[in-house]
């Protein structure tokens, strides 16, 4: 769920992107549910229009409407503490900044894709469950779902709404499985 939410999140979805969200499956759960409607807009809503909300949405004339980084939702600041205690943590797991990648590292698809790589530990070695958990609870937890709270209710989108209903419920389901495991 990582990496899709992140593939949706890090940059205008591609039209191969957008062909394999349409053939998502849902069910009678919110996210079952979110991911029917997204399949469906996907299905219904011309790629390059999705590209364009997603650039108002986060990209904009001098600035998007919504800001996807921990230092702004925490701080209202760019390149604010959060960011600094975020490359420190990196630093401390062995995990460099990708070459190339402009935004910084506490945009939400980048957090994202470190979670993904802490389960599948790429970072050098296998991280545990009260690692991720420490990871998610200082870098994820204080602010993602209010983000995701605001991209369904962002004035600009259609397409990405249901992406806000998906990353909002799994954020909720994480924060409880992390708690019930002891470790959130």
């Not at 998502?24 to 219904?44: E, F, N, P, V």
């Not at 939400?108 to 991720?132: K, V, Y």
Request: charged share 20%; hydrophobic share 45%; glycine share 10%.
């Amino acid at each position: 769920m990582y990496d899709f939410l992140a593939s949706l999140l890090r940059a205008e979805p591609s039209d191969e992107l957008i062909e394999k969200v349409a053939q998502l499956q849902g069910d009678g759960t919110a996210i079952g549910s979110a991911c029917l409607t997204l399949a469906h807009l996907a299905k219904s809503i011309d790629n390059g229009l999705i590209r364009n909300e997603y650039v108002e949405m986060f990209i904009g004339v001098g600035r998007g409407e919504i800001l996807p980084f921990a230092s702004y939702y925490l701080t209202g600041f760019l390149h604010d503490k959060p960011l600094a205690n975020l490359r420190a943590d990196m630093a401390n797991i062995g995990i460099a900044r990708v070459d190339g990648v402009k935004e910084p590292e506490d945009h939400i698809a980048s957090l994202f894709d470190i979670m993904a790589g802490l389960i599948r530990g790429e970072f050098g070695r296998p991280f545990s469950i009260a690692e991720q958990a420490a990871f998610f609870n200082k870098h994820i937890e204080p602010w993602a779902g209010l983000l995701m709270r605001d991209i369904e209710a962002a004035k600009t989108v259609v397409f990405f709404a249901p992406v806000g209903t998906i990353g909002r419920a799994f954020l909720e389901i994480e924060s409880i499985a992390f708690k019930m495991d002891g470790t959130g």
